[in-house]
């Protein structure tokens, strides 16, 4: 199962003790402090990489711990360090702090932050020598270690976002141009998550139908615009068997606007299918009006019957090379 969000726990490293030690020689046995400081606890980082299903696999183990810190040795040793914890999450994974509301993007490949401080070592009695205090008797315990429930929230960096109204054809045109096996039905929601597609090595995405009041929480559309919020461009999938498919179009886009603005922005082409259940006349006449009433580029497809489909993939393919 794709997992998009999911709460992770992290502590990071307690820092190790200072002791008090003391040096003894041969036939001398007090020779001044020689307690050691205590080692630093580890930290946590997050770190990017390309694994889409990594959340999937933290859902039954979403707890991550530093090492802690080493007490301090004799002769003025220093204990040891605490090892880091890296926790591995996909590229656009949004982490917030639960308890700062620090926020934090991971984008690149190979990207590390650190989202966690180890505990600093205790001073051991070696540390407090001086010139009036020639035999210090104190030491400092470690720093607590610091911890955090975070929420993670992937964002898909995906080419282009197919969006649209249940049962638009968006799992149909994505199964087309890609390798994707994304469910197919003649019922609404059948993609209850995203899938993923690649052609020429650009990412698709199909992103669960929008309904009107999608951006208020209903239907399943809402949980997922964010993974459109970071497409170069959008696919807008409007089916002829809408009694209205400008009406259509402008219930989904509407939501849209109510999630995040910006998104009007991208480039949008419209794409009217299922063809196959009017009249060529019809699909010429819709085609003509969508254009005009909106603005945008307007294709015409029955994936099923791969009429249409070649013109529209050569036209996003050459779209997205100059992108």
Not at 72 to 99: E, M
Not at 104 to 119: A, D, F, Q, S, W
Not at 176 to 193: K, R, V
Request: proline share 3%.
């Amino acid at each position: 199962m794709f997992i998009d969000e999911l709460k992770i726990y992290a502590q990071s490293g307690k820092g190790g003790d200072g002791v008090v030690r003391w040096m003894h020689y041969r036939g001398n046995e007090y020779g001044g402090p020689a307690g050691g400081d205590g080692g630093r606890g580890g930290d946590v980082y997050l770190e990017a990489v390309r694994n889409l299903s990594l959340l999937s696999k933290y859902t039954s183990d979403n707890e991550f711990h530093a090492g802690d810190g080493g007490q301090g040795q004799g002769n003025n040793l220093f204990g040891k360090g605490g090892d880091d914890c890296i926790i591995k999450l996909p590229i656009g994974s949004k982490v917030t702090n639960l308890d700062t509301g620090e926020v934090y993007m991971l984008e690149t490949e190979g990207e590390r932050i650190k989202v966690l401080n180890g505990g600093n070592g205790g001073y051991g009695n070696y540390h407090f020598k001086s010139a009036t205090n020639r035999s210090p008797e104190e030491a400092v315990p470690g720093q607590t270690a610091q911890k955090a429930w975070f929420q993670v929230e992937l964002v898909l960096g995906v080419d282009v976002g197919l969006i649209g109204k249940p049962n638009a054809g968006k799992s149909t045109l994505l199964n087309t141009f890609t390798n994707a096996t994304s469910a197919i039905g003649a019922y609404p929601f059948t993609t209850l998550e995203p899938h993923l597609g690649e052609l020429y090595g650009y990412v698709l995405a199909d992103v669960p139908g929008l309904i009107e009041g999608a951006a208020e929480g209903k239907g399943l559309g809402h949980k997922f615009l964010r993974h459109a919020s970071r497409a170069k461009m959008l696919l807008h999938l409007v089916s002829l068997e809408e009694e209205n498919p400008l009406e259509a179009y402008e219930i989904v886009r509407n939501e849209v606007k109510k999630y995040d603005e910006s998104l009007l922005e991208k480039v949008e082409w419209i794409v009217l299918t299922k063809t196959d259940v009017r009249t060529e006349e019809e699909v010429a006449h819709i085609a003509k009006e969508v254009a005009a009433k909106t603005g945008k580029r307007v294709f015409t497809i029955s994936a099923p019957l791969e009429e249409g489909t070649k013109e529209l993939q050569d036209a996003l393919v050459a779209e997205l090379r100059v992108k």
